[in-house]
């Protein structure tokens, strides 16, 4: 099976590249994880910082948060990176293994493999929601 991932703008608009600070997740409310981002800002030409919020109203199927050779292997699989944070797949390793696991229970219903990358850690997140994403300054 080859990996196919394309890039995902969740405002129709590019995001700066995120670096990862934080997330919450209770048991029967939603995930959110956090990032920031820093920018230029066009009128005055001084760094920016935002901070991003990202959003799953409904509990994702399956997450998983990693880094190291696993990491390595799907980063080599993008077609860019540092450009974008945030990558869709229908075609994926992980969206293949989640379907073996699962046997026949979802066979059925086509999820969605969220991909975000960050400067340090790979969020895999399957889903047949996508989040919503806020930017706050």
Do not use: C
Not at 74 to 93: C, D, V
Not at 100 to 128: K, R, W
């Amino acid at each position: 099976m080859k990996e196919s991932y394309k890039e995902w703008y969740p405002l129709d608009e590019h995001l700066p590249f995120l670096i990862y600070t934080g997330m919450t997740s209770t048991y029967a409310g939603p995930l959110k994880l956090f990032f920031k981002a820093s920018y230029k800002n066009r009128n005055n030409l001084n760094e920016e910082t935002i901070k991003v919020t990202v959003e799953f109203e409904i509990q994702p199927v399956s997450y998983r948060v990693g880094d190291e050779s696993y990491r390595q292997r799907t980063i080599a699989m993008l077609p860019s990176l540092g450009i974008t944070s945030f990558w869709i797949s229908n075609h994926s390793y992980f969206l293949n293994d989640f379907y073996s696991d699962a046997g026949e229970l979802y066979q059925d219903i086509e999820f969605e493999h969220l991909l975000i990358v960050t400067d340090n850690t790979i969020f895999d997140v399957i889903l047949d929601e996508r989040p919503k994403v806020y930017i706050t300054y």
